[in-house]
């Protein structure tokens, strides 16, 4: 009996990580989707990530409110995809090594800047700042079992997972949408029936900049107490890898970061238990995954067809 | 949208497919200044006084010979990510391993210094630098095989590599390769018999860097003045009609991938044996991306790498010395190398701007 | 108002001063890309419920004066009135609220949206969600009008091309244009299509729409327009009638000099056969199948012409003749021997040269010198080689002799290849491919997109090359190429050869029903 009740606290506790550890890939990943499907690719998500969960960190420690917090970690997320947008769609700048740039500068500047302010400090003193609190949802979260996995998080993980339809709905059943697709298709074709490509480019790239912002506000404030240099850990690049894993729908996206997810909870379960593993296999675990992920895709078939390429008339 | 005539002369930006000399050296000496500035400013955030800084920066990196020459050791490994980087994007394969390869490289070299250690150091460097080599070229085998048999960028591939590899390596340093005396991650000391030897005296300047000046020299020659330097060129300049003229993509690709790993591979082992003199987690730095930048900043020329990659290699002391003398933290050095990228990106982008000014009649 | 070159008719139509019959005109307009003037000073009138065509070789700057008159360029000077007032013209969206249509020379269409969709782009603003239903109607009433008969709710990549060119007609008069701009719409189209597009123009005309009909192809200026302007290098060298020009004179303006129609072409006995292929299948790049058992035999001494609207596997075709494309199946014997899956070195080694239909794509790398293209491919051969270094000196050498006798210009082996003109890039793949003992030669669409001059050098040296013994398989959209140049002609039609014609005798109404499948020897 008591090994039942151990096996579905367990059981329970991983499903719960799961959605947990999702939140933020899913607010990057369905970040990235629409730029992508503008055209754009954010190489650079990884760097926006950790320069939001920097961010959101210092407001939060200096101002005491996470609601502030929040919000200008997402903006910090629109400013990084700004200046990626302004360097590859303005100044037509490769977009590989333009995201690579922003990433070095968001791993070195943060450290820099945390390095500045925390300079005597080990780590283990770093400040603490309060995390967002679970909503239990009323009804939704007393039902047995079901209630723990899905209806007790925070607001953020709420929001990520509503963000799924939001999008799905925003980009297949919306005019605008319509238009962000085509951008990703034939920006010719966009611009000779009159939508400006590169302005509705940048907004779509800003978009999932302030997505990937409340992603890394969530690694930082959302789940830790504290931040550490290159907390972000990889993040990122798993969100990159979720949309073209997820062929570009955001259906197969949600399923892919559910599949990355339950292997990072199950792996920091599995250490608690005890098991008799490697860690680092652990760890080293999505990244392999991963890789599979890419190399089996039936996907990448519906890859926007413009993806990466800047447009210019003449 | 109908509007009357207009009499005032507008101003037309048009892009050019070419830069012109000058508009390259303005847009150059643009950037240059931009992140001198932007520097300036990271020191002043930083609680310095702004011209001690660059004193203190400028002293630390060529200021005695001493840092010179210390200069020149934090360059070896960057001369060498720089050129595996210039092998690769030559070739528009956009390698982003350096990091991996480069631990690779050091891991391999290490156990084949566990299995040769009782032999006599004319064979045993020799040996190590072999495995160092083997080692990084395999890493960057991985993502040209999964690429030519499966489609899959390499961009991806290779960072996703970057991260297993690091696992891996702390795996094997809390466990079978673990320095039983210590609490941290790392190996036992390395005998000196297998230490490279050190170039001048009372300093830290080894082997390596007599490696990477070879390796840069060589890489030279491959590009300009072979076949297979030809191919690479070709196939990073017009992979199409490349493959439509007979140049086998897929073997050059794996041959590219091969060599960019292998140089990444000596980076790693060069430190492990040249400086640090024990494996850890943390003997790269960021060398790897450090690399990237140099060699973007080099225009891909692999005799520019040298001067650049010594250029960072005082950077690096610099900051250090930096460090002690105001309290700048030395991670100034890494948003300094990220700044000087992006403006240099910006530059060249802008300096395609041509801008002109037309009158109505 | 000036007059240019003291030939042509400007400003308005004989007989008429009424203003209110122009619907669009150019005043002096100019424009530059870096430092090529593609329009220079060009003032042209078009009229009212005219078909006006816009005729010139290719490089003449005919698209970039659509594509200022549709708002896509900015002028760099001079002005357009449009229905008699001045506007500019800063982007399409613009040109489409005037009433301005165009429909561009390669398709602008999304290819995983469906027609409706790709109609549906341009009249967004004012919904949030997605109503396609009124823009269905709407577009099946122009469709019931015109009597196009498309599926609304196919994707574009399940269209046939010709389909797809009426969806760009379609996205085009959606909006109810008064002016309708079209930029080559026959390039893809079988001649039956071309008569029924030329019947819809007609139609739409009565209906008092404005149409200017850009063209290089002197037949279609002659049989659709009411009048037509002809462009040379980017000047306006005349506006005339139609009816009082021939094709004779329009050519002429078109080249500055005058122009041999016909190409002189002995009779030649075909020789043995030189390539003989089997029952090819193989798929294209999406792994449909495109060769679906194609069998010919070239003769040495012979031209042997394929045909065929873009798309029913000439590609393909020439693909696996270069070693480029793996064949599933079938045969492929050369004097004898199996050359079957060779690679696109092994087959140059066997004596099959081939010239790639876009050179600056397939056929060169543009950032390298001359003298670099021209051992592209042959850089590991022993002449080209010091040991395992290249000699610089031999390639020097052999590219100055090769641009002389080809007569390549700038003439310095060290040009950056970008610098040519697109007939000097031609010769210079095509001094590259026969300086080699050549048994064979393939070409794609040789001529595409060159001056008069250097096709006329190009049929001297094909014809040349006939002569010599080598058989020579053309690939060409060109009809008139074909004819003259070819001894038989085979088309093309889903993947397979529909029939062969041998030239004399053969017309170009006949292969035209054969390449769009409709005949009775073709039916498969």
Redesign the interface.
């Known amino acids: 009996m008591i090994d039942n009740l151990l096996q579905a606290a367990i059981i329970i506790n991983i499903l719960s990580s799961m959605i947990r550890i999702a939140t933020p890939i899913l607010f990057a990943a369905m970040g990235e989707l629409v730029a992508e499907r503008s055209g754009v690719m954010n ?1 650079g998500l990884e760097g926006t990530m950790l320069t939001a969960a920097f961010i959101g960190f210092i407001v939060a420690e200096k101002t005491g409110s996470l609601g502030l917090a929040i919000l200008i970690a997402s903006l910090s997320g629109a400013v990084m995809s700004l ?1 990626l947008a302004f ?1 590859t769609i303005t ?4 977009q ?3 995201g ?3 990433n ?2 968001a ?3 943060t ?2 800047w945390f ?2 302010d925390y ?1 005597q400090t080990s780590l283990e003193n770093t400040p603490l700042v309060d995390i967002l609190n679970p909503i239990n949802l009323p009804i939704l979260s007393d039902i047995p079992y079901l209630g723990k996995i899905f209806f007790s998080h925070n607001i953020l993980t709420y929001l990520s997972f509503l963000l799924v339809p939001v999008i799905w709905f925003f980009l297949y059943k919306a005019s605008y949408g319509l238009k962000i697709r085509s951008l990703g298709e034939n920006p010719k074709a966009a611009d000779v029936t009159g939508t400006n490509v590169n302005k509705n480019r940048y907004i779509a790239v800003i978009i999932g900049g302030l997505m990937a912002g409340l992603g890394g506000a969530f690694v930082s404030i959302g789940s830790v107490e504290r931040f550490f240099p290159d907390m972000t850990a ?1 993040k990122g ?1 798993l969100a ?2 979720i949309v ?1 894993a997820g062929n570009w729908k955001p259906g197969r996206i949600l399923l892919a970061t559910l599949i990355f997810a339950f292997l990072d909870a199950f792996q920091l379960q599995v250490q608690s238990i005890g098991v008799h593993l ?1 860690y ?2 652990l ?2 675990l999505p ?2 995954v ?2 599979i992920a ?2 089996s ?1 039936r996907a ?1 078939s519906n890859a926007p067809q413009s993806l990466g390429i800047p447009y ?1 008339r ?1 | ?5 207009n009499k005032k002369p507008r101003i ?1 930006v ?4 070419h830069a012109s000399p000058i508009a390259q050296i303005v847009a150059l000496v643009g950037a240059v200044a931009l992140s001198i500035i932007v520097t300036g400013l ?1 020191m002043y ?3 310095a006084d702004i011209k001690a800084g660059f004193i203190a920066l400028f002293e630390g990196a060529f200021g005695s010979r001493q840092a010179i020459i210390e200069s020149l050791v934090k360059a070896t490994p960057l001369i060498l990510t720089g050129l595996a980087t210039v092998v690769a994007f030559r070739a528009r394969i ?1 390698n ?1 391993g350096q990091e991996g390869q480069l631990y690779v490289g050091a891991i391999a070299s290490y156990w084949a210094y566990l299995q040769f250690n009782s032999l006599p150091p004319i064979i045993l460097l020799p040996l190590i630098i072999l495995f160092a080599l083997i080692g990084g070229a395999l890493c960057g085998l991985i993502p040209a095989v ?1 690429k030519a048999k ?3 960028d390499e ?3 290779t ?3 970057n ?2 590899v690091i ?2 390596l ?2 094997l340093l ?2 079978p390769w673990k320095d039983p005396n210590h609490y941290y991650q790392q190996s036992p000391s390395i005998l000196e018999s297998a230490h490279f030897p050190i170039l001048l005296a009372h300093s830290r300047l080894h082997l390596g860097f007599i490696l990477a000046i070879v390796a840069a020299i060589l890489i030279y ?1 491959l590009l300009s ?3 297979l330097g ?2 690479i ?2 196939l990073g ?2 992979p ?9 993509v897929v073997k050059t690709m794996i041959i590219v991938m091969l060599i960019s790993g292998a140089l990444s591979g000596l980076a790693g082992t060069g430190e492990l044996f040249g400086v640090i003199y024990r494996l850890k987690s943390t003997i790269s730095l ?1 060398y790897g ?1 450090a690399g ?2 140099i060699a ?1 900043l080099a225009g891909l020329n692999p005799l520019a790498v040298v001067p650049v990659a010594i250029l960072f290699g005082g950077l690096i002391n610099g900051s250090y010395y930096l460090q002690t003398t105001t ?1 700048v ?1 030395a ?9 000087v ?2 403006f240099f ?2 530059a ?3 300096s ?1 701007y041509k801008i002109r000014f ?1 009158k ?2 | 108002m000036p007059v240019n070159n003291g030939m042509s008719q400007m400003i308005n139509p004989k007989g008429s001063t009424d203003n209110s019959s122009v619907v669009i005109a150019t005043r ?1 307009l100019t424009k530059r890309f ?1 430092s090529v003037v593609a329009n220079d000073d060009i003032s042209i009138d078009f009229c009212r419920g005219e078909i006006h065509c816009l005729l010139g070789e290719n490089g003449a700057g005919k698209t970039t004066l659509a594509e200022c008159l549709f708002g896509y360029y ?1 002028l ?2 001079g ?1 357009i009135n449009y229905k008699g ?4 013209l ?1 982007s399409p969206s ?1 040109a489409i ?1 005037l009433g301005i249509g165009m429909v561009h020379q390669h398709f602008v269409l999304i290819r995983p949206f469906s027609v409706v969709e790709n109609i549906a782009m341009g009249s967004l603003k004012s919904n949030i969600l997605l109503d396609l239903s009124a823009t269905e109607k709407k577009t099946e009433s122009l469709c019931e009008q015109y009597g196009i008969k498309i599926d609304l709710h196919a994707k574009i990549s399940q269209l046939s091309v010709g389909e797809q060119q009426w969806v760009e007609i379609l996205k085009a008069v959606y909006y109810g244009v008064d002016l309708l701009i079209l930029d080559e719409p026959t390039a893809a189209l079988t001649p039956q299509e071309v008569d029924k597009l030329f019947s819809v123009l007609q139609q739409m005309k009565q209906q008092g729409l404005s149409v200017i009909f850009v063209t290089h192809k002197l037949k279609e200026v002659m049989e659709i327009s009411d009048r037509v302007s002809v462009l040379r290098r980017g000047k306006l060298i005349e506006t005339a009638y139609t009816s009082e020009v021939t094709q004779e004179s329009l050519a002429r303006k078109m080249v500055g000099r005058d122009v041999v129609f016909k190409v002189a072409k002995e009779y030649i006995a075909a020789g043995e056969p030189l390539l003989e292929t089997s029952n090819l299948t193989a798929p294209n790049d999406q792994g449909q199948p495109a060769l679906r058992g194609v069998s010919f035999t070239l003769h040495k001494s012979e031209i042997l012409g394929i045909a065929g609207i873009a798309g029913n596997g000439q590609r393909e075709l020439f693909e696996v003749m ?3 494309r793996k064949l599933d199946s079938g045969e492929m014997l050369f004097i004898g021997k199996n050359i079957a899956n060779f ?3 092994q087959i ?1 080694k066997a004596g099959i040269a081939h010239i ?1 239909d876009d050179r600056i ?8 010198s001359v003298a ?1 293209n021209l051992i ?2 042959r ?2 051969d022993k002449d ?2 010091k040991g ?3 000699d ?1 000196n031999h390639i020097h050498n052999s590219a100055v002799g090769l641009i002389d006798s080809f007569n390549i210009t700038p003439s310095s082996p060290t040009n950056r290849t ?1 610098y040519l003109s697109g007939g000097n890039l031609q010769k210079v793949i095509l001094a590259r491919e026969l300086n080699r003992d050549i048994k064979c030669l393939v070409a794609n669409q040789p001529t595409r997109g060159l001056d008069v001059g250097v096709i006329e050098y190009i049929y001297q040296r094909l014809l040349e090359l006939r002569t010599l013994g080598i058989g020579i398989l053309l690939f060409s959209e060109d009809l008139d190429e074909l004819l003259s140049l070819s001894d038989r002609i085979a088309v093309m039609f889903r993947g397979k050869i529909m029939r062969m014609f041998t030239t004399p005798g053969a017309s170009l109404e006949e292969i035209g029903l054969c390449m769009a499948g409709i005949d009775g020897n073709c039916r498969e």
């Not at chain 1, 100044?91 to 490769?94: E, F, K, P, Q």
């Not at chain 2, 949208?1 to 005539?5: C, D, I, N, V």
């Open positions: 190489m200046i360097m100044l037509g700048v490769d590989i090594i333009t690579l740039a922003l070095l500068l791993s070195g500047g450290l820099y390095r500045l300079a990889g690049w990159i890898v073209i490697p680092q296999i760890l080293a990244y392999i991963a890789i890419l190399i895709g990448r210019h003449d | 949208m109908e509007t009357a005539e037309k048009e892009k050019r497919e990271l955030i930083g609680g956009w982003i999964i499966f489609g899959v961009i991806i591939i960072i996703m590599l991260y297993i696992y891996f702390s795996w809390s466990g020659l003045k072979t076949p030809y191919e060129n070709a300049l017009n199409t009609a490349a493959r439509f003229q007979g140049i086998k960021g991306y990237i930048i973007m309290n933290p991670s100034i050095v890494y948003v300094i190398q990220a700044i990228l992006l990106l910006g060249r982008a802008i395609l037309i109505n009649d | 002096n870096e900015q760099d000077s002005e007032r001045r506007v500019i800063s613009v609220k270069s070693g480029v690679s696109p070195t140059k790639p794509s397939e056929g060169l790398i543009m950032d390298f670099d592209l491919g850089q590991r080209n080689r395992i270094f290249l610089r970008r």
